[in-house]
């Protein structure tokens, strides 16, 4: 299995950045996905998460309101709309796949993770 995340980039404080991850096929359709970040010296945030047929999905408290997880199971990728971004919003962000059909912010239920990328805020 092979999560590959792109899309992330330098981008000002206010501006826009979308996220992609692409499944190699085997895990994706039938299962839970979810979007984590982690900054230099901070531990890992869960960011988003969404359920295998797109109806559910969760934000962590931070990006409430100015992020979207979303997903299209007929290219086998998740996606993450960044909106709103602030300096604090920079880190790497990671895309994991889950065991079950729903996960949420608990980072053990993912045993598949991306490489990631990262995203740069400047102010």
């Known amino acids: 299995v092979q999560l590959q995340a792109s899309g992330g980039g330098l981008v000002q404080a206010g501006g826009s950045l979308r996220l992609s991850c692409a499944s190699s096929?085997?895990?994706?359709?039938?299962?839970?996905m979810g979007w984590f970040r982690q900054a230099p010296g901070k531990e890992r945030e869960f960011v988003a998460s969404?359920?295998?047929?797109?109806?559910?999905?969760s934000y962590g408290d931070s990006v409430k309101g100015r992020f979207t997880i979303s997903r299209d199971n007929a290219k086998n990728t998740m996606y993450l709309q960044m909106s709103n971004l602030k300096a604090e919003d920079a880190a790497r962000y990671y895309c994991?796949?889950?065991?079950?059909?729903?996960?949420?912010?608990?980072?053990?239920?993912?045993?598949?993770w991306g490489q990631g990328t990262q995203v740069t805020v400047s102010s």
């Open positions: 994991a796949a889950a065991r079950k059909s729903y996960a949420r912010a608990y980072a053990g239920d993912y045993p598949y």
């Open positions: 969404i359920s295998y047929n797109g109806a559910s999905t």
């Open positions: 096929g085997r895990i994706f359709s039938n299962n839970g």
